[in-house]
């Protein structure tokens, strides 16, 4: 196989990230692995699960073009215990490279677990 071979089956391969749980805190904070790099990707999801058994948490999507200015793209949503929701990027959203997932507890000092999942695919 080729170097340009090699390169486009690089290209054309989906990304994903699948971080451990997360702890939610009172304060917004990027759930640990949750960094999905998107280049050239024209599809991008996230999952997030509320794995905990009574506790809600908040949550919200961002995204960046140079992995340091990062904006909001999808705005902050609750979910309930035990509970999943998903983001789907726009095509307008999918022109970003760098995605993320913050979380935070939706009550102070009781915390929840965030179960997070993304992909990028052509």
């Given amino acids: 196989m080729s170097a340009r071979d090699t390169e486009i089956l690089e290209t054309l391969a989906p990304k994903s990230v699948a971080p451990a749980n997360f702890t939610t805190a ?16 024209t599809r991008v999801v996230f999952t997030i699960y509320n794995a905990h058994a009574a506790n809600g948490i ?10 340091s200015t990062y ?6 949503a609750t979910l309930a ?6 983001w789907v990027a726009s095509e307008v959203e999918t022109s970003y490279r760098y995605f993320k997932i913050q979380a ?3 009550v102070g000092n009781s915390h929840g677990t965030a179960q ?7």
Wanted: a negative charge; proline letters at 0%; zero cysteines.
């Fill in 81 to 86: 215990a035990e509970t999943a929701a998903s």
């Fill in 71 to 76: 904006i909001e793209v999808e705005a902050e």
């Fill in 26 to 41: 009172n304060a917004y904070a990027d759930v640990t692995g949750s960094k999905l790099d998107a280049e050239g990707k």
């Fill in 104 to 106: 935070k507890s939706t």
């Fill in 58 to 67: 908040t949550w919200k999507v961002l995204a960046s073009i140079d992995d």
């Fill in 116 to 122: 997070v999942r993304g992909y990028a695919k052509m």
